[in-house]
């Protein structure tokens, strides 16, 4: 069965240094989005791929924060530099793509810790 | 501005006994869907049941359906005959198709089954 695929599945950092997440979605997704979601609450949209271009990130924190789809497949979201407020999981999910009535599918998350 | 509510921080059932877990949104588009997911702790996020906003008859999938009203903005969960299993946090979302796909999630429901 066809999975979004996420790594890694957890990371600790220290505050100050730079990390990296990366999503691969589910094949034949034009849609990724990348959320974060803080223990006891929902997942809050960082930012929204369609294909390769980027469809929504204003909730993304741009001074530190940096996301890329390339290729218009895999994703990268990168964290520099971490704050111990971005302890948080970060979830990856992919659908088919605009407008198409589909629901996204979730990755496992990455569970990051900024000490 | 989209927002999607659950008013019931916490909720618990007994096993094998119905439960109703609340869901409120509030958007001006006409064209969306609604969905309910599921997430069980340290596991991903997984579709529980969606419903078309065009179509009047309720969704139901096995023990999971819900209450659509649609003048009203509520779209409510109904879990029939509650299984350990269904121990989670539920989380209420929408999809407006017509500004590119973009999901809203409310801050969730988390569910306790008790023996």
């Known amino acids: 069965e066809a999975e979004v695929a996420q790594s890694p599945r957890y990371k600790i950092t220290e505050k100050s240094q730079a990390v990296a997440f990366w999503c691969d979605p589910i094949?034949?997704?034009?849609?990724l989005y990348w959320y974060r979601q803080i223990l006891g609450q929902g997942p809050e949209l960082l930012v929204q791929?369609?294909?390769?271009?980027?469809?929504?990130d204003s909730q993304l924190p741009k001074d530190r924060f940096s996301a890329e789809r390339l290729k218009g497949v895999d994703s990268t979201l990168k964290i520099q530099p971490a704050e111990l407020g971005d302890s948080a999981m970060y979830l990856c999910?992919?659908?088919?793509?605009?407008?198409?009535?589909?629901?996204?599918?979730f990755g496992q998350g990455t569970r990051l810790t900024v000490v | 501005a989209q927002t999607v509510t659950q008013s019931q921080p916490e909720m618990s059932v007994q096993e094998a006994e119905t439960v109703t877990l609340s869901c409120t949104y509030d958007t001006s588009e006409s064209d969306y869907y609604l969905f309910w997911y599921k997430q069980p702790p340290s596991r991903q996020m997984i579709l529980v049941i969606r419903?078309?906003?065009?179509?009047?008859q309720n969704a139901t999938e096995n023990r999971f359906s819900v209450n659509f009203q649609k003048a009203a903005k509520s779209f409510s969960l109904k879990i029939s005959d509650s299984q350990l299993g269904d121990a989670a946090m539920y989380f209420c979302?929408?999809?407006?198709?017509?500004?590119?796909?973009?999901?809203?999630f409310g801050t969730g429901t988390s569910l306790t089954v008790i023996p």
């Open positions: 094949s034949g997704h034009a849609t």
């Open positions: 791929f369609q294909d390769e271009s980027v469809v929504d």
């Open positions: 979302a929408f999809l407006l198709l017509n500004t590119g796909n973009q999901f809203y």
């Open positions: 419903q078309e906003a065009y179509k009047q």
């Open positions: 999910a992919s659908s088919l793509g605009q407008n198409l009535n589909t629901e996204a599918f």
